[in-house]
Each structure stands twice: as structure tokens, then as C-alpha cells.
């Protein structure tokens, strides 16, 4: 279950918002329920308070004025609807970059010595199926390694991984909750 710990404001206005639905919630709820609340992806009529309102239109807002997205509009035979394609490429050779590398040249095979950031990435890579994306431009020796270890470490057991603590088990109950 999901405890707040603190409500101070982070900045970030979809993120202070979901702190706001989980301070107000009068149970704790389960992180599966919460990324099915903040997706849109559920239909509880009694939860509908709970849900964040144009969560991807809002992102890619942000990103867009960011600079890492573009805003245009595409025809799709009968209809226009707006995408966001990629605006700076850098930007993504960098996140790639960081993740082949945390994965090839920095690897420490234990979870617990990963950096924070680093593990959530490749725990949401593999949550939206783009893993294989990451290191499609590796030779191939180094895609196979790069997908073993993070198959790996994937593979591993939520459960034992966030009790051994450092302040990752929010990554592994997300890991958990997409595995299920």
C-alpha cells in the first residue's frame, strides 16, 4: 500500500496533484490501484475523484514546451489528430546513452548499488515494451549482454528487492504491479 510520507510540493504540477489525491484518500490504496487511478484506466465510479485528467496530454504539454517534443498534426485518412514526435534528438541519444551504459560499463549486478533514477528508467522501459528499443543500435555480442543483465534484473523478486530497502521499493512495487 501506498503511505504518503510527506505532501510538501515538489514543483511539478502533475506530480503535487497526485500527492494531493493520495493525501486525500481515506484508505491506503495499492500502488497497482493508484497507476490504474492516475492512468485512466479504471472505471470505479467511486474512485473517479481520484483519477488525473488528461495525464498524457499534459505530458507531453510539458515536454513539448520543454523542447523535447513537437507539437503537429498528422492526417489519418478520415480525421487530423495532433502527435508529438521527438523535436530533440540529443536529448534522447543522451537518455539512451546512459541507459546502455548504466547496463554495459557501469553494471554492479546488484540492485541495491544501482543509481535510483537508472533502475525506475529501466523499469519503465520495460513497462512501456521499449527495452528492446534501448539497445537495438548495440552490436549485437553487447545487445545480447545488455538484455540478459536487465532480463535479469528484472527477473528478480520485488518483494526481496524492496525489503532490502535504499529507498527503492516504490520502483519495485511499480515492477511488480506491471508484472502482474
Do not use: C
Not at 45 to 73: C, D, H, M, S, W
Request: glycine content about 2%; hydrophobic content about 40%; charged content about 30%.
Amino acid at each position: 500500500q501506498v503511505l504518503l510520507k510527506s505532501d510538501a510540493p515538489t514543483g511539478d504540477v502533475l506530480l503535487d496533484e497526485t500527492l494531493r489525491h493520495i493525501k486525500a484518500t481515506e484508505t491506503a490504496e495499492t500502488v497497482q490501484t493508484w497507476i490504474e487511478l492516475l492512468t485512466g484506466e479504471t472505471w470505479n465510479p467511486f474512485k473517479l475523484q481520484y483519477q488525473l485528467r488528461n495525464v498524457r496530454e499534459r505530458l507531453a504539454k510539458a515536454l513539448v514546451e520543454k523542447g523535447i517534443l513537437t507539437t503537429e498534426k498528422q492526417n489519418f485518412l478520415l480525421f487530423d489528430m495532433t502527435t508529438h514526435p521527438v523535436s530533440n534528438a540529443s536529448e534522447k541519444q543522451r537518455l539512451l546513452k546512459k541507459l546502455q551504459e548504466s547496463v554495459l560499463e557501469r553494471w554492479v549486478n546488484e540492485p541495491q548499488r544501482m543509481e535510483r533514477r537508472t533502475l525506475a528508467l529501466l523499469v519503465l522501459a520495460h513497462a512501456s515494451d521499449v527495452l528492446e528499443n534501448v539497445f537495438s543500435s548495440l552490436a549485437d555480442d553487447k545487445y545480447d549482454v545488455a538484455m540478459n543483465r536487465t532480463k535479469d534484473l528484472l527477473d528478480m523478486d520485488p518483494e526481496v528487492e524492496a525489503a532490502k530497502g535504499r529507498g527503492t521499493e516504490m520502483i519495485w512495487a511499480v515492477l511488480a504491479a506491471f508484472n502482474k
